[in-house]
């Protein structure tokens, strides 16, 4: 089927998603089908890519302004990190419930994160709660008792395999997962259960060194 499509002169240069991703089952949440999640807090980025959400997490604590500041710039949904590990405790509730106010459709906590907080964060929260893998040696069954409602597997080269493993316990589990470099990655990915798939894009720098050698020519 032909899928008609419009882009314009000036916005026909944006991030588009892997066409691999098309064939994941998506997650639902809200009434909104979600395949594939791009993995940014760039607003530049976030305003210029196809993705069907953002997962926003940064190697920092986290800021309610930065928050405030993707969820106000996004034209999508936006599932917003919250800390869990070096930022534990009542201040990662208190950081998820500022995200849910300010719009974000859920949050997401780090593989650190003790579940007694995800069941503290479950009984504060109406939107999904996010929880990260990143070994197949997680206690998957813990995670799932104390509220997580999505899990988001990033297991380098072994995500397929951890998939896999949860797939094989909890069949209907909601898992997102990292896809990998390739088609070929993600759709390994896709095929061991992942429901969607996060997708990594190129930096703001290699974005323009492409658009500069363009230029010089």
Do not use: W
Not at 24 to 37: D, P, Q
Not at 152 to 161: F, Q
Request: aromatic letters at 6%; one cysteine or more.
């Amino acid at each position: 089927m032909i899928i008609p499509e419009y882009s314009g002169n000036l916005r026909k240069h944006i991030i588009r998603v892997p066409e691999a991703i098309a064939q994941a089952s998506g997650i639902r949440v809200f009434g909104r089908l979600l395949k594939s999640f791009i993995f940014t807090t760039d607003v530049a980025i976030i305003r210029n890519c196809n993705a069907d959400a953002i997962i926003a997490i940064y190697p920092f604590t986290p800021q309610p302004i930065i928050t405030h500041s993707i969820i106000t710039a996004s034209d999508i949904p936006v599932f917003s990190g919250v800390g869990g590990g070096t930022t534990r405790g009542p201040r990662v509730i208190g950081l998820a419930v500022d995200a849910e106010q300010q719009g974000a459709m859920g949050v997401v906590v780090n593989a650190p994160t003790a579940n007694t907080l995800i069941k503290a964060i479950k009984t504060t929260l109406e939107v999904p709660i996010i929880v990260t893998v990143t070994t197949d040696h997680d206690d998957i069954a813990g995670r799932l008792r104390a509220g997580a409602t999505i899990l988001n597997v990033s297991a380098a080269s072994k995500t397929p395999e951890v998939v896999a493993k949860i797939r094989a316990e909890y069949p209907d589990v909601p898992i997102i997962a990292t896809g990998g470099p390739s088609e070929d990655s993600i759709n390994r990915t896709i095929a061991a259960g992942a429901n969607a798939i996060t997708f990594t894009p190129p930096s703001t720098a290699e974005l323009f060194k492409d658009m500069m050698e363009r230029y010089r020519e």
